[in-house]
């Protein structure tokens, strides 16, 4: 199981953030797709030792299937394993017919460059605005590559995406993880509701 050195910022201005990579010298790798996935849990007796749960995705020029498991909120707190395979819907099939638990369906966009070794995407989720994600095979360079870009090392977020909902909503991180469906619609009623005001 590989550990993902990764952190998060929030609320980019895109065509700034491109124009700043550009500068620094980033290759575009692959430009903006439409990814779905489906996320499955892991059974209750195992999550005691971490939050753990199996997601597959389609990432438009290939399918993987990620098994994940977030240990704590830290640059360092997130593993993996990551395989490819061939067929979405068998995949999801084949996780449905087990014990997993289906957690939910979700589509995002995302965008992909590569600076000093780093990987960088800028993410586009339903109901938030859009972040970048640096990701990198040691600790260090994912604040180098920041550094370059003009982000803060004190306004990154770690862990996955409920972290980036709470910034923008009253809800629990459990509560983002049982939503069913999201997806490229407007911001539900029952969300609305729930937004922080500044």
């Known amino acids: 199981m590989s550990t993902e050195i990764e952190a998060k910022w929030l609320d980019i201005n895109t065509n700034t953030f491109r124009q700043n990579l550009r500068a620094a010298g980033a290759k575009l790798i692959k430009p903006e797709i439409l990814m779905r996935r489906e996320l499955f849990d892991e059974p209750t007796p195992f999550a005691v030792y971490g939050h753990g749960w199996i997601r597959v995705r389609d990432e438009g020029d290939k399918i993987t299937m990620t098994y994940k498991k977030m240990m704590d909120r830290t640059v360092k707190g997130m593993t993996d394993i990551t395989v490819e395979v061939n067929d979405f819907e068998k995949t999801c099939d084949i ?9 939910g369906y979700q589509e995002t966009k995302r965008e ?8 960088i995407c800028i993410d586009t989720w339903p109901w938030i605005p859009t972040f970048v994600e640096i990701e990198a095979a040691d600790e260090n360079t994912p604040w180098l590559v920041a ?16 972290s980036a909902n709470q910034k923008y909503y009253d809800v629990t991180e459990a509560e983002v993880d049982d939503w069913p469906e999201v997806t ?4 539900p009623k029952w969300l609305e509701k729930r937004r922080l005001r500044k």
């Open 95 to 103: 996780l449905r017919s087990m014990t997993l638990q289906k957690r």
């Open 112 to 119: 992909i460059w590569e600076l000093d070794g780093a990987e």
């Open 147 to 162: 550094q370059k870009l003009g982000l803060e090392k004190s306004a990154a977020l770690h862990g996955s995406v409920e």
């Open 184 to 187: 490229f619609v407007p911001v």
